[in-house]
């Protein structure tokens, strides 16, 4: 008896270790768009979960920025009722606030996906972001200019998110969603040129391949994990110094200078950049220019008023701390 093709079993393969490692009481919920790659995850899960005994359900996110999206979830979540995943929920969400519509939509969505965390618990939810889907992430980054962490691209395992697809690259997922008789639902946004991913997406990474040759979102995908390993190791050290300078400030707003100017650079502006974003700057926007501009404020010292970042933040020092004000 044979089995199935080798891309449903890719797939399925990469689903399939996720949840061997997760306790046996957890709830295993798919995101999905109705796109390929996430319903060929919702498809692999539904197929796996019995076999190991798990929960399994999925979330659709309902964005309300195309006209017929209500009835466009609605029938995605049928689609994966009909795979057999129970619970299925379909989340409405409001898009709105800072850093641009694909950054907005994106902090709409994952509030959603916490809250079925939440009302599931214990649970975890599965991403289908594949490996194409790295380098584009890993390119975005580097165009940002905003430092190893965002070139780090996306985590396998981050808090209660898996990405069981990163491995794999989004042709043999879209095959194996082709080859499970799934029926996908193409979002126009993907092939929208006012989107930075999806010029990346239909023009850079084409360009590069055409450039350099072909495997180059493997390399930025490899390129991804060992860099994540290293900033790892950066933030863990960058955290401690962070503590140092919180509890150096004596309770009073800020961080202390006197451990920030000991440090090295490459902490220096982890712990920077941290607490830019902890005061409300948007990540999409904070670029390591502004946190060069920070940096100074601790080793140019020059009686600077202040640093104007993203998000009507700014940056100032007084009385020995940097603090943030908006």
């Known amino acids: 008896m044979s089995g199935p093709p080798p891309a449903v079993a890719a797939v399925r393969s990469a689903v399939r270790r996720v949840l061997s490692a997760l306790p046996a009481d957890t709830t295993?919920?798919?995101?999905?768009?109705g796109g390929a790659d996430s319903l060929a995850l919702a498809g692999a899960l539904a197929f796996?979960?019995?076999?190991?005994?798990r929960a399994a359900g999925a979330v659709t996110v309902d964005h309300g920025l195309q006209e017929g999206s209500a009835e466009r979830a609605e029938g995605v979540a049928k689609a994966l009722r009909g795979l057999g995943l129970d619970p299925v929920d379909v989340a409405t969400v409001r898009v709105a606030g800072s850093g641009g519509p694909e950054a907005a939509a994106r902090r709409a969505r994952y509030d959603a996906l916490d809250t079925a965390v939440r009302e599931h618990a214990p649970a975890v939810v599965l991403l289908g972001h594949t490996l194409d889907d790295q380098a584009e992430t890993v390119l975005l980054g580097l165009a940002r200019g905003s430092g190893a962490r965002s070139l780090a691209g996306m985590s396998a395992t981050s808090g209660?998110?898996?990405?069981?697809?990163?491995e794999l690259d989004r042709a043999t997922v879209r095959a194996a969603c082709r080859l499970m008789d799934l029926s996908p639902w193409e979002d126009p946004h993907n092939h929208d040129p006012r989107f930075a991913r999806s010029r990346v997406r239909h023009e850079t990474l084409p360009a590069l391949e055409r450039t350099l040759g072909p495997g180059i979102a493997a390399?930025?995908?490899?390129?991804?994990?060992?860099?994540?390993?290293?900033?790892?190791?950066?933030?863990a050290l960058a955290a401690a110094l962070h503590d140092r300078a919180l509890e150096a400030a004596s309770g009073e707003e800020g961080l202390a200078v006197g451990p920030l100017e000991e440090a090295d650079?490459?902490?220096r502006t982890r712990v920077l950049r941290r607490a830019a974003l902890d005061a409300g700057c948007p990540a999409t926007d904070l670029t390591a220019r502004h946190v060069r501009e920070l940096e100074r404020l601790i080793t140019e010292w020059r009686g600077q008023a202040h640093i104007d970042l993203p998000g009507g933040v700014r940056g100032r020092r007084t009385a020995g701390r940097i603090h943030f004000t908006e």
Request: one cysteine or more.
């Open 265 to 267: 650079t490459s902490l």
């Open 28 to 33: 295993v919920l798919a995101a999905c768009s």
């Open 219 to 235: 390399a930025l995908a490899r390129t991804a994990t060992m860099l994540r390993a290293d900033a790892d190791t950066l933030d």
């Open 160 to 166: 209660a998110y898996r990405r069981p697809l990163l």
């Open 48 to 53: 796996e979960a019995p076999r190991v005994g």
